[in-house]
């Protein structure tokens, strides 16, 4: 059964610094990676996908970078910001069926930017 | 309206109503799905549909009902919840062509409360 664990639980780094968002997975064979961002009380929202056979994917001041044969895969942002403040979810490929992808959360890391 | 919306956005219910979620999606995607998310716990998928057939129903009580009329429109009724059934339930919507698949993309959620 795949488990995806990240780590810190939670985070509060001053405004500027660049930092390294870490999760880990169990089971390697995954289609796919997915990083999303979730403010509170809201729903999810995409920031980066990973296919399997990718190393990595930039989107401004986010990187995502997936290594599948030691289960892992990093969200690293640039000069953040206070308005980078929000929990930040990786998810794995659990399956696909028909057309339909299923995607297995860890618990997310909290991220706290200080003015 | 673009997206993945989801009404209502809040809901209080007592344990012996029976309410419906609703999720309308308007990307033309193949695939919707619902989570759940509790305090403290990674996101739990409930139910997949694909091309409006249900193919994954995650070991969920029969008190949650899901419905696809067509492939925008999600719903899951709800009846005879407990308290510990309260959480923010989330619908998403994914599209996959050929084989690749393009990511999620999620609806704001509803925080159910069950009194």
């Known amino acids: 059964k795949q488990e995806v664990t990240q780590i810190p639980a939670a985070l509060s780094v001053p405004e500027g610094e660049n930092l390294v968002l870490n999760c880990s997975f169990t089971?390697?064979?995954?289609?796919?990676l997915q990083w999303f961002r979730q403010d509170p009380g809201k729903g999810l929202t995409s920031l980066l996908l990973?296919?399997?056979?990718?190393r990595e994917q930039t989107s401004g001041r986010l990187n995502a970078s997936l290594d599948k044969s030691s289960g892992r895969s990093t969200l690293y942002i640039a000069a953040s910001q206070p308005g980078d403040s929000a929990t930040y979810l990786c998810?794995?490929?659990?399956?696909?069926?028909?057309?339909?992808?299923?995607?297995?959360f860890g618990k997310g890391t909290k991220l706290t930017v200080n003015p | 309206e673009t997206g993945v919306t989801q009404t209502p956005r809040h809901l209080v219910m007592g344990m012996t109503n029976k309410k419906s979620l609703k999720c309308e999606q308007h990307?033309?995607?193949?695939?919707m799905y619902w989570y759940k998310q509790s305090a403290k716990k990674p996101l739990e998928l409930m139910f997949v549909?694909?091309?409006?057939?249900?193919?994954e129903n995650n070991s969920v009580p029969s008190r949650f009902s899901p419905e696809c009329p067509n492939s925008s429109h999600l719903f899951l009724h709800l009846h005879t919840l407990q308290p510990e059934d309260s959480a923010l339930y989330l619908c998403?919507?994914?599209?996959?062509?050929?084989?690749?698949?393009?990511?999620?993309?999620f609806g704001s959620g509803t925080r159910l409360t069950v009194v």
């Open positions: 998403a919507s994914s599209q996959a062509h050929q084989g690749s698949y393009y990511g999620y993309t």
């Open positions: 089971d390697s064979a995954i289609y796919n």
């Open positions: 990973i296919q399997s056979s990718q």
């Open positions: 998810a794995v490929s659990g399956g696909r069926k028909g057309g339909s992808e299923k995607l297995v």
């Open positions: 990307l033309g995607h193949n695939a």
């Open positions: 549909y694909s091309l409006e057939e249900r193919v």
